[in-house]
């Protein structure tokens, strides 16, 4: 193979970003995602495609993790939205499962508790939660639930005296076969109302499965759980957990974090796209000097800066604290969807390599349709978007 026509290593917008949003963070932000970067190249990205075809997560990471505090970047560390969610796709360009264990730890879990628990209940979890001493896991969806779980939580929960009582059943649980502690959302049987629950893992009657043969974030470690007579004390119900209303509030935010995913995804597709395009050989020469091909890596490139912009702007009106539900479902809709395209057409850059781990498109490609599918499906929020435009809902 002759040389490329370029320096590999010295590709121009090699940081992916081409309208330059970083420059809308703080100088001390930009120096924190730098640290983010090399901490990624060094650590994530070459154990990434193994751990991956392995279906194992590593778990020597987490020490690492904990060292590089990065844990509740906004309440906890004053961090903006914007910078908080470059991150969170940062970590997705580097390894979609990492940045999903991310998500379910310190978005789902840590967020539950932050909005949540009361303020005795915080002092006592969440020094263990940001340290990552405590690893947690959020367990919403059901084997028969998943859009439908707002009002078909089929999980239950009784109270008897300073107790409670769990019975039920959780699935595609993050995290679950290895956390200390898990947040389930079981119905009230006195009310009727879904209610959070702080769960110890090693709590008689609680069982995690692993769910084997996944296509998709293999080294995620998705679980089954079951709860069987699980005692859960009064002090371990959430204060603020008592209605789906309450729910939302978490959800509404970590959707946001599955949007910034479907942009670090694209990223990573264009990233390795671009790469193997100057570097690829046909004909005598790089396939990047043929015009269907810089069409392709063009159409990527402005799928992912239009996905960047809509997650820019709705990261400010988080910050400004006027956000709402329907632009946080627009976005995981329509950045999703842009994904798909851009993966696909990176797929398709690749020929024959591209069906296959050892050129990384294979894995972000399978990767991006779980991103595609969790924290709400496509079509869900396509309708819990247009319910707010039209004033009517196609939501039964």
């Not at 590593?58 to 910078?83: T, W, Y």
Request: proline residues 3%; aromatic residues 10%; charged residues 25%.
């Amino acid at each position: 193979m002759s040389k490329p026509a370029v320096d590999l290593n010295n590709l121009p917008y090699a940081d992916g970003d081409f309208y330059g949003f970083e420059q809308l963070l703080t100088d001390s932000e930009r120096e924190r995602l730098q640290v983010l970067r090399e901490f990624l190249d060094k650590e994530v990205k070459p154990i990434a495609v193994d751990c991956w075809n392995r279906a194992e997560f590593p778990h020597e990471l987490i020490p690492k993790l904990a060292a590089l505090d990065i844990m509740s970047p906004i309440r906890r560390q004053g961090h903006s939205n914007v910078f908080a969610g470059i991150c969170h796709a940062e970590f997705t360009r580097a390894d979609a499962s990492i940045a999903t264990f991310l998500g379910a730890h310190d978005g789902l879990f840590t967020g539950t508790i932050e909005e949540l628990a009361s303020e005795e209940q915080k002092a006592a979890w969440l020094p263990d939660i940001y340290s990552l001493k405590k690893i947690g896991a959020f367990g919403l969806t059901e084997p028969l639930g998943g859009s439908d779980v707002a009002g078909g939580t089929r999980t239950t929960a009784v109270r008897d005296g300073d107790n409670w009582i769990l019975n039920g059943a959780k699935r595609w649980i993050g995290n679950a076969t290895f956390s200390d502690w898990v947040v389930i959302f079981a119905r009230d049987l006195a009310d009727n109302q879904v209610k959070a629950f702080l769960v110890d893992t090693t709590t008689e009657g609680y069982s995690a499965t692993k769910i084997e043969n996944k296509t998709a974030l293999r080294s995620v470690q998705n679980a089954d759980i079951t709860l069987e007579n699980v005692v859960v004390p009064d002090f371990f119900k959430l204060a603020g957990g008592n209605s789906f209303k309450d729910v939302n509030k978490v959800l509404k935010v970590t959707r946001l974090s599955v949007a910034w995913q479907a942009v670090g995804q694209q990223m990573a597709a264009f990233d390795v796209a671009r790469r193997y395009a100057v570097e690829r050989q046909q004909f005598g020469r790089p396939i990047a000097s043929f015009q269907l091909v810089q069409d392709q890596l063009v159409k990527m490139l402005g799928n992912t800066v239009s996905s960047m912009g809509m997650m820019i702007r709705l990261a400010q009106l988080e910050d400004l604290g006027v956000a709402k539900d329907e632009q946080s479902a627009l976005a995981k809709a329509f950045t999703t969807a842009r994904m798909r395209e851009s993966v696909a057409m990176g797929r398709g850059i690749f020929g024959g390599n591209g069906i296959v781990t050892d050129y990384g498109m294979a894995k972000i490609f399978a990767d991006a349709e779980a991103i595609y599918s969790y924290e709400g499906t496509y079509e869900i929020n396509t309708l819990v978007t247009g319910r707010a435009i039209t004033g009517i809902s196609a939501i039964v």
